[in-house]
C-alpha cells in the first residue's frame, strides 16, 4: 500500500481508534432496546475481523501490465498487495460492510494504481483501454451505492484508479472566487488549504472527512449548508476529466470555468452524476466564498412534524436565505434527545426539567415535538437579519428557539453518524441511510408513507425495527428528506436488509420522491432508475455510455446496465 | 396557415405595425450618423419586401404522407402553404432576415404542422420518424442562432413542427411552487394565465413576446431577472419529450419535478439546450414566484467602466440579492441617452443640463460614464434592504443613484430592441447582438478585446462601425457581457457580417468566455464549440446525439455537425 494515501479501515468507516461510545449518554441503552429491541448491556461487540480470515482471488493482472503501469507511474504506486485489493473493492455502504466483515469478496479489482498528476492518469487511462482493462476511479472509498466495486462477472483484469495522491488546491482566482483543485483532495484536505487563504467551498456532506473532490462530483452529493452554497452541481464550474487518446486528439476533455452557458446539452452536467462511466475527473475549478464574518446555528422545536415544515416551506418561499434548514421528525428528535450527552447545558435543558416543565405549558407533548436547526452566514447584519425574518416564520407556526447550545452540537457531532453504524453491527444489528427530494407539496405524504413501508417490511420479515427521518436540504419548490433505519438482523442480513430497503426506495418513488438526493446510483439504486426518469430517460442515459464507452471500460454497468444484460440491474 | 397561431412577420421582427421611431428622439439621427455614417434624413427606408417576389421550391411531402398527418392533427392543422413554409425557415437572426429579404431560401420546411396536443405529437413524430422525416420544432420562431432552419442539401423531407397550439397552463402547485405548462405558450401568453393567478415566472428574455417556453428550455434562455429568478436551467424542473415509440414501449420521455436529485448524468440538463436533436418537449415544471409586493429597477451612473463593473463584481459576492444587475458601457450608455424621448423628466435630466453640471462638479467625463440598472424584488422591506446594501456598495465605487426614471423607461423598452434591427435593414445597415459569459476575473478584457476585435474587422471590411455593450447577468464567480454592433453593409451584407461576428466570436473564446450565454449554438455557433467545451466535450455531446437519434431525424446537424460531414459545420 503507498505510504502516500491513507484509507480508513478496510472492515468499516473512518480511522482506527475512533468510534461511537454509548456510556456517556445515559438515555441512549433504553432508547435503543425500545427501539429495536437491542439490550446494549447483554450484547458485548463482537472483536473487528482479522484480515487474515478475508480471501481474495488471485489478481488476474499480468506481471506485464503491472510492469507497464509502474513505469509510468513508478514502481511504488501500483500494486496488487491484499490490503489494497480489499480496501478498493467496496464503498461503506451496509451491504459492503457486511460482505467485507463475513469475507464476501466475489470480485476485488486486481491492482490498484496512485497516479500523481493527470499526465499520469492519461497514460494509465490508454494503457488500460488498449489492454480492455476495466477502470473503476476511487476517491475516499465512501461511497454507498455500490459504486465502487467490480462486477462479480466481469472476467477482465479491474483496475483501481485511486486518486489520492491529487489532492493539492492548484490556484485560487480571487476576482471571481473560483479556486482549481485536484479531484482526489478529501473534505479536509481541501478546506485546510482554502482556509489558510480565507475561503471555503462550503461543501459539508456527511462524509466530509473521507470523501473527496472528485467523488462529490462523480455522484452529484449534496453538503449540509447547500440552502446556501449549492448541490455540488451548482458549485462545480470548470472540470478536467480524463478520456482514451487518440492518434492527434488528446484525451483531455476540458469545460472552462464559465459560470453560465448555452452550448447545447450541458457535458457538464453530464460529468457530473457519472459515476466513472464516461471518464476519470482528474481537477474541477469550483465556485469558493470568503470565509463569513458570522456562522451561526442555531436550535429550534416545533410542536410536530407538520408545523415543523410548514415552517421550512414558508422559510423556502420568504426573502430569507439562511444557509441551513434542517428538522428533524419527533422520532428522530427522541434519537437526538437520547444520544445527548449528561453534562451539556442544552442536554439538561432537553433532558431535565426544564422542557417537560416549558412544554407543559405550551401544551406539547414529548412524543410529538421536533428538533431543528437553522443557520445563518454572511456579514453580522445579514446573518442577524436573516435570524429575525425566520424567526417570525417559526413563531407563526408555533414554534420557539432554543438558542445556540443544541447548533454547536450538532457542528461538533455532524461528522460522527457514519461511526454509529460500526457500533450496530459491531452488536448484530444494522443502521442505514436512504434520502429523497420531492416537491414541498409531497413531503408530508412522502414522509408518512414511507415511514409506513419500512414498518410492514419490518413486520414482514418479523423484527422490530426502527425508522427515523429528518427534512435535510430545502429548496424554492421542494426538499430533501433523509431516512435513517435499523433493525436487529435475523438470520439472513442481507435479504433482510433488501427488504426493508426496497421498501423505502419504492416508497419513494411511488410518493413523487427522487430516488436518490445525494448519494448516487450506483448498483443500489439502478433497479428504480427507470421508474425514476422513465424509460426513454434511460434508454438517453444508456446511449450516451454507450457511445462514449463502446470498450465498456469505464465502471460498466453501473448507474445502467449494459445492453447485453438489462436483466441484471433491471 | 392555421388561424389558431399567431407568427411574427415573415420579412422582420414582431407584429405589423410596431415599430423603431426616431423622429421623437431628438438625439439619435445624429448619434447614428457618426456612429456608422448613416444619415436617416437622407437615407429613406425601402419598402417591405414583397411576399410575391419570393420563391420555394415546390414542397417533397408527398400527398399521401400530408394526409396521413392530416388524420392525426386535423386537415386544418397540417399545411404545405407558402407563407407557412416561410415562415418556418429560418428565425430572426440578422443572417436570416437579410437571407429572406433577398429571397434567398435554399430549403424552406416541406410542410408544417400544428399538433393540439401531447398524443398528436407523438403520433406526429412517430409518422415521421417512419417515413425516414426530419423534424424541426419551432416554438415564437424567435430563434437567432440558425437553429430553426433545414439544411441546405437536406434531401429528406423536412417537418417544421409548430407548437403555437399548446400554450395553456396545465397545473399550479401552489404550496411547492411548481407550474405546469405547454411547450408552445410564449410569454405573454404564460405571465398572463400565471399572473391571473397571482404568480410570475420571472423569465424575460428580451425575445419575450415572441418566443415559448419550449424555446426558452431547447436554447438555455436567460432573461433580465435571472439573477433572482436562474437561468431556464435552473428554472425547469419537469419535462416531457416525446421521442419515438416503439413496441411496448412509450416514447414520451418523463422527468419528474424534483428540487434536485442524484440520478447519475442529468437527462435534465441534455434536454435543456438540446435545440431538438433529442426530441420534441411538449411541457414543462418550472418554479413560479409569487408575484412579489415590490418591484422597482433603479438607475445608476458610474464615472467609467471599471468602476461600474467592480461595484457589480462586489454586489455579486456580497449578501445583497438584487434581481437585476446590469451595466452599460460608455458606448452603449451614450446610445441610450440618444434614445430618449424629449418628454421624459429623466431624458431632460440626462440630455439637458442636470447630467452636464452634475459631472462638472464630479470631474466625470460624459463619455466615460457608464449607466446601470439595478432590480429590487420581494417584501417591502426586503427590497427596500437589498437597495441599501447595493447603495453603499454604489458609492464606494464612486457610483451615484439617479432614482426610478431611468428604470421606469428600461422596463417600457426593455422588449423594444429587436425592432431597432429591423429599423436599420430597411436603412441598408446591419444591426446584430452576440453575447459571453466569463469568470470576473475576465470581464474587463474580454470587453476591450471584443470592441478592439469589432474594430479591427470593421477597418478589415473598411467601413464605419459601431460596438457596444452592457453587462447582463451576474453570478456568484462572473458575469455575462452582451454585445450589440452595427454597420452599414457594402456590396456583400453577409460576407462583411461573417467577418465582425465571427471576429466577436473568436474574442469570445480567446478572453475566456463562452461562445454563447443565453442564444444556443445552433449553426451560427457550432464552429467555435470545439474550442469552447475541447473536442472531447464535441465527442460526448455527438455521441449522445448519434446514439439517441441513430436515424438522424430530430433537427440534424444543429449544434454539432454529424459524423458524416465534419467539414460543414467544424
Known amino acids: 500500500m503507498t505510504d502516500d494515501v491513507q ?28 427501539a429495536v429491541g437491542l439490550d446494549l448491556h447483554t450484547a458485548p461487540p463482537v472483536d473487528p475481523p482479522s484480515f487474515d480470515d478475508i480471501t481474495v482471488a488471485a489478481s488476474l493482472a499480468s506481471p506485464a501490465f503491472v510492469s507497464s503501469l509502474a513505469s509510468i507511474v513508478g514502481a511504488d504506486h501500483v500494486t496488487t498487495d491484499k490490503l489494497d485489493r480489499v480496501v478498493h473493492t467496496y464503498g461503506k455502504s451496509l451491504r459492503d460492510l457486511v460482505r467485507v466483515r463475513a469475507n464476501l469478496i466475489e470480485r476485488a479489482p486486481d491492482l490498484v494504481v496512485y497516479p500523481g498528476d493527470e499526465d499520469e492518469v492519461q497514460r494509465v487511462v490508454d494503457a488500460a483501454v488498449a489492454a480492455d482493462v476495466v477502470i473503476i476511479p476511487f476517491g475516499g472509498g465512501s461511497n454507498i451505492a455500490g459504486s465502487l466495486e467490480p462486477r462479480a462477472d466481469e472476467t477482465r483484469v479491474v483496475l483501481s484508479l485511486d486518486m489520492g495522491r491529487m489532492r493539492e488546491l492548484i490556484d485560487i482566482d480571487e476576482e471571481s472566487g473560483l479556486a482549481r483543485i485536484q479531484a482526489g483532495a478529501l473534505g479536509p484536505d ?85 459515476e466513472g462511466r464516461l471518464g476519470i475527473i482528474t481537477e474541477a475549478t469550483v465556485v469558493v466564498h470568503r470565509i463569513p464574518a458570522k456562522r451561526d446555528v442555531y436550535g429550534y422545536f416545533f410542536p410536530n412534524w407538520e408545523a415543523g415544515i410548514a415552517a421550512m416551506e414558508e422559510i423556502a418561499e420568504s426573502d430569507a436565505t ?19 450527552k449528561e453534562r451539556h447545558g442544552f442536554d439538561k435543558f432537553a433532558a431535565g426539567t426544564v422542557l417537560p416543565t416549558l412544554m407543559k405549558s405550551k401544551g406539547w407533548k414529548l412524543d410529538d415535538i ?44 455532524k461528522f460522527d453518524t457514519p461511526y454509529l453504524r460500526d457500533f450496530l453491527l459491531d452488536r448484530g444489528a444494522a443502521g442505514d441511510v436512504s434520502e429523497s427530494a420531492m416537491p414541498w407539496s409531497k413531503v408530508n405524504q412522502l414522509h408518512d408513507n414511507v415511514v409506513a ?99 465498456a471500460n469505464f465502471n460498466p454497468r453501473k448507474i445502467v446496465a449494459d445492453l447485453k444484460e438489462p436483466a441484471e440491474v433491471n
Not at 28 to 33: H, I, K, L, Q, T
Not at 242 to 248: D, I, L, N, Q, T
Open 7 to 34: 484509507h480508513m479501515k478496510w472492515w468499516g468507516w473512518g480511522v482506527d481508534g475512533v468510534g461511537f461510545h454509548w456510556q456517556d449518554k445515559p438515555g441512549f441503552a433504553p432508547f435503543v432496546e425500545q
Open 453 to 551: 413501508a419500512a414498518e410492514k417490511a419490518f413486520d414482514e420479515i418479523g423484527i422490530k425495527g426502527w425508522i427515523m427521518s429528518h427534512m435535510s436540504h430545502s429548496y424554492h419548490s421542494g426538499a430533501c428528506l433523509y431516512f435513517t433505519f435499523a433493525f436487529v438482523f435475523g438470520k439472513d442480513p442481507l435479504g433482510e436488509y433488501d427488504v426493508v430497503k426496497r421498501a423505502i426506495q419504492q416508497a419513494f418513488i411511488d410518493n413523487g420522491g427522487s430516488l436518490s438526493h445525494h448519494h448516487g446510483v450506483g448498483l443500489e439504486h439502478a433497479p428504480w432508475l427507470e421508474q425514476d426518469i422513465s424509460s426513454q430517460g434511460v434508454a438517453v442515459m444508456r446511449g450516451l455510455f454507450e457511445a462514449v464507452d463502446p470498450g
Open 190 to 274: 481541501l478546506e485546510q488549504q482554502l482556509g489558510a487563504r480565507g475561503w471555503t467551498l462550503g461543501h459539508f456532506p456527511d462524509s466530509f472527512t473521507h470523501s473527496s473532490l472528485g467523488g462529490w462530483i462523480a455522484t452529484r452529493s449534496s453538503g449540509m449548508q447547500s440552502d446556501k452554497y449549492g448541490d455540488i452541481a451548482d458549485i462545480v464550474r470548470g472540470l478536467h476529466v480524463v478520456r482514451p487518446s487518440s492518434a492527434g486528439v488528446s484525451g483531455l476533455l476540458v469545460i472552462r470555468p464559465i459560470p453560465s452557458s448555452s452550448t447545447g446539452p450541458s457535458v457538464r452536467e453530464m460529468i457530473v452524476g457519472s
Open 370 to 413: 421536533c428538533l431543528s436547526f437553522i443557520g445563518y452566514e454572511g456579514g453580522e447584519a445579514h446573518a442577524t437579519r436573516q435570524k429575525k425574518l425566520v424567526d417570525r416564520i417559526v413563531k407563526k407556526h408555533g414554534g420557539m428557539g432554543v438558542g445556540k447550545g443544541p447548533g454547536v452540537l450538532y457542528d461538533q457531532k
Open 322 to 340: 439562511p444557509s441551513i434548514t434542517r428538522i428533524s421528525d419527533a422520532r428522530e428528535t427522541g434519537f437526538s434527545l437520547a444520544t445527548s
